[in-house]
């Protein structure tokens, strides 16, 4: 069973080590079983960062829990597999192809009342102290979806 | 007084003659090898893989929002004409998308595999963010808009093949 939002702490730092879950319907895979990058929903870079790839974090969630009705809108998602990367597999940094802007990710926490695990990657200017939400070209958000879904892909379905 | 005129055949004759006809023996008909399979033929194949690809874009129509459980939108009517229309581009091509499927932010995903660690998809919204992705197992990607005229559309393809093909190098990052 899921963790409610009141049963978690949005403030707990994520670990590099950490898991994150991602489910896909056989449907949203290839004939390898590989999770398509036009299957993670685009970052919408605007000022809120819902608009961007969905996980459920390991620090409260296991891979059951992301088959649970209740952490996917009370749609029924058991045929589902699920996909696993580590906070430390997020792309590390990305440059535009200007080279004059570099784009890093990271994990925010954003939960609902009865799944308290899920989060959403953000994206930020690489160096940025403030960690501002910044909109990087369409190609940008392409290849990061690539490369998280190349991470996701390496350990395959987990379940 | 006898006839000068010439017995006329019998009819027993006319059925001698008949007889005596080289009898109809029945040979093997030449086939023109590349009719033997015809029913197998890669012209047909493709055009009953783009029917069936057809028939599952069009289904698309169907899905309700929310699909996936990340609240993503069904694709538009837009989206799935268009990619219904890219679909039949592939008439003249070897390659095809193994699979069409909604993709996360509304658009249709043509999906394709390579022959090694080489993928592709092309993403259809109906718009002018239609695009095509090249990327591998590793990482590496390129992107390539989806252009409007038809001739440039050929030469994507083209691009596309190849790639899938493992003929041209793998996409730059």
Known sequence: ?159 | MPSLLATPPAYFDTCERTLRSEPRIERPKEVDPTWLNVANSRVLRQNDKIETLQANILELSLWQNNWNGYGSPRPSIVAIAAARAIVNRFQTFTVLPEKATASADGGVALIFVGQDKQRAVIESFGTEDDYILLYDTEGSSRTLPWPQEEEAQNEVLTELQSYLRGIQVAPRS
Not at chain 1, 18 to 29: K, M
Not at chain 1, 42 to 63: D, H, I, M, T
């Open chain 1, 1 to 159: 069973m899921p963790l409610a939002a009141s049963e978690v702490d949005v403030n707990k730092q994520f670990s590099l080590t950490e898991f994150l879950y991602r489910r896909a319907f056989p449907f949203e895979l290839n004939s390898k079983g590989e999770l398509v990058p036009t299957q993670l929903e685009s970052f919408s870079f605007a000022k809120e960062v819902e608009g961007a790839p969905s996980f459920l974090r390991g620090a409260y969630a296991n891979a059951n829990d992301v088959v649970h009705q209740e952490c996917a809108g009370n749609k029924d998602v058991s045929a589902c597999s699920v996909f696993q990367m580590m906070v430390s597999e997020l792309p590390g940094s990305i440059v535009t192809g200007d080279g004059k802007r570099q784009y890093s990710l990271w994990p925010v926490h954003k939960p609902l009342i009865l799944c308290g695990a899920p989060c959403v990657i953000g994206s930020h200017l690489h160096d940025d102290p403030e960690k501002a939400y910044a909109k990087p070209s369409h190609a940008v958000v392409t290849e990061l979806k690539v490369q998280i879904c190349t991470a996701l892909n390496m350990r395959g379905a987990v379940q």
